[in-house]
Every structure is written in structure tokens, then in C-alpha cells.
């Protein structure tokens, strides 16, 4: 099974602020990757797609990079609406996989 | 307007057995591949399960932890997904999500997912 390893799990930012969220993978998983943002009580919502594509609608702001093992979200300039909990997910193999989260929380 | 309305939470108990509906509309149920992705409280999320279009004989995958136990299938003449969960155990207690399959690159993403419907298993 593929394992997803998120880090930081928690991160304090400032609005204003450029965010890394970066999500590694136990094996290669080519561009299989997906971005998932939760808001508390909320479904998740697509962000990212393919490590790189942005979701219809999505804020330009948000963008991934990354291929095989090693993956990034960036956020270039964190907006209130911003803060909310982020995962990572594979989609190259079953069973499926998530990271473990990273929560972002105003400073 | 892409829309997933899940149904059918509740409590039960230990060994029991529940059927998850999730209602879809607003575009061709039957064009997508459908997965339910669960969340326990407080945790992160868990891929369940995917089922198949028609084309592909609706075939089925799922995580270990579910294996033998659930069992998902669906309705496009009802344009509606189902999760029989039987067995039930205490750690199957989450918020389970319905979500839609886009397919890009030969593999299948999540872009739209229900409001989520809670089971808790509990005596």
C-alpha cells in the first residue's frame, strides 16, 4: 500500500502569508496526486488535481508542484477563507490513500 | 449544479447493519465512476470504495478495513449510489461521504462530494 506522509500537521500563518504544505509518498506515484481542502463540518473540496492542475474555480493563488515521491500545495498569498484543514491524496493505486492533514490556523 | 445528497445515517450496534443512499443530479450518474470516503471524528479521511460504470461490468474496489463487509452498488435508472455496511464495528463510526469521479490522465479524481451522512456504532 501506498503510504501519503503530510508535514507540517499544523501550521500558525498570518493572512498575507505564502504556504507550503508538502505531502511524500512511500513509492513513486508519477502526477496521481490530488489536493483536498476541509473546512470544519464541511465535505472536502477539490483544489489540485494531477500535482499541478488547478480545479474549475479554484483561486489562482493555489498551486501544486511535484511528481513521483514528492509533492507541494502552495498558497501565495493566504486569504481568511484560506484557513481550514488540507489534505493530499493518491489516486495512482489501490487502496486509495490520504495524508494525515495539515491543519492551517490563523496566527 | 452538480449536487450529492447522502441519507441514511444512524446508530447501531455492534454487528449491526446499515444502507447508506446517496442521491445524485445535476449530470449523467451514469458516465461517472462513484467512491464514499469516510471520516471518523476528529480524524482525517479514509478511502472506502469505488464502484464502476456500466461499460466496466460495475466493478468494485475497497480498502481492507471494509473488505467482506460492505458493499457497494448502484442504481443509474434511480441515479443513486448505495453502501451496505454489515458487521459494523465501533471503529466504523464516521461521517461517510459520497463523492463523483472525473477522469483525467487514466486515473479517476474526486471532484464533487455530498454533505455526509454519520454512522455511530456504538452498544
Known amino acids: 500500500d501506498i503510504q501519503l506522509t503530510q508535514s507540517p500537521s499544523f501550521l500558525s500563518a498570518s493572512v498575507g502569508d505564502r504556504v507550503t504544505i508538502t505531502c511524500r509518498a512511500s513509492q513513486g506515484i508519477n502526477s496521481y496526486l490530488a489536493w483536498y481542502q476541509q473546512t470544519p463540518g464541511k465535505a472536502p473540496r477539490l483544489l489540485i488535481y494531477?500535482?499541478?492542475t488547478l480545479q474549475s474555480g479554484v483561486p489562482s493563488r493555489f498551486s501544486g508542484s511535484g511528481s513521483a515521491t514528492e509533492f507541494t500545495l502552495t498558497i501565495s498569498s493566504l486569504q481568511p477563507e484560506d484557513f481550514a484543514t488540507y489534505y493530499c491524496q493518491q489516486v495512482k493505486g489501490y487502496p486509495l490513500s490520504f495524508g494525515g492533514g495539515t491543519k492551517v490556523e490563523i496566527k | 449544479e452538480v449536487q450529492l445528497v447522502e441519507s441514511g445515517g444512524g446508530l447501531v450496534q455492534p454487528g449491526g447493519s446499515l444502507r447508506f443512499s446517496c442521491a445524485a443530479s445535476g449530470f449523467t450518474f451514469s458516465d461517472h465512476y462513484m467512491d464514499w470516503v469516510r471520516q471518523a471524528p476528529g480524524k482525517g479521511l479514509e478511502w472506502v470504495g469505488r464502484?464502476?460504470?456500466?461499460?466496466?461490468?460495475?466493478?468494485?474496489e475497497y480498502a481492507a478495513s471494509v473488505k467482506g463487509r460492505f458493499t457497494i452498488s448502484r442504481d443509474d435508472s434511480q441515479n443513486s449510489l448505495y453502501l451496505q455496511m454489515d458487521s459494523l464495528k465501533t471503529e466504523d463510526t464516521a461521517v461517510y461521504y459520497c463523492a463523483r469521479m472525473i477522469h483525467y490522465g487514466g486515473v479517476f479524481y474526486s471532484d464533487s462530494w455530498g454533505q455526509g451522512t454519520l454512522l455511530t456504532v456504538s452498544s
Open positions: 464502484i464502476r460504470k456500466k461499460v466496466n461490468g460495475y466493478t468494485t
Open positions: 494531477a500535482a499541478s
